[in-house]
């Protein structure tokens, strides 16, 4: 069974970090790009920080610029996402999402994932 399971959300006050982790099964993580999207109550999903298959290229929100990473350890299979500095206007369900290639839309384009997580809930409050 192809999965992804995120973790590592929680309830964390303005300033602080988080890292949220995006484990795959029954697939190799490695080969596709991959993608962090949000979406937050009565808003759409915004992809956060998205990379290509071999790292090679990032897209990001402008909101996250300079405060989010994206990394990859691929002998687990796993992707993270390192979250900085954090705001409230960060809150929201955060999902990972997989993209095989070929796809030409650009990276951070939820159309383009057809892998996608469960979510995890993040809440930046003091």
């Known amino acids: 069974q192809l999965q992804l399971v995120e973790s590592g959300g929680g309830l964390v006050q303005p300033g602080g970090s988080l890292r949220l982790s995006c484990a795959a099964s029954?697939?190799?993580?490695?080969?596709?790009?991959i993608g962090w999207f949000r979406q937050a109550p009565g808003r759409e999903r915004e992809g956060v920080l998205c990379?290509?298959?071999?790292?090679?290229?990032?897209n990001f929100a402008d909101s996250v610029k300079g405060r989010f990473t994206i990394s990859r350890d691929n002998s687990k299979n796993t992707v993270y996402l390192q979250m900085n500095s954090l705001k409230p206007e960060d809150t929201g369900t955060y999902y990972c999402?997989?993209?095989?290639?070929?796809?030409?839309?650009?990276?951070?384009?939820?159309?383009?994932?057809?892998?996608w997580g469960q979510g995890t809930q993040v809440t930046v409050s003091s």
């Open positions: 999402a997989a993209r095989p290639p070929g796809i030409l839309s650009s990276l951070c384009v939820s159309s383009g994932y057809n892998y």
């Open positions: 029954g697939f190799t993580l490695e080969n596709y790009a």
């Open positions: 990379i290509s298959r071999r790292g090679g290229s990032t």
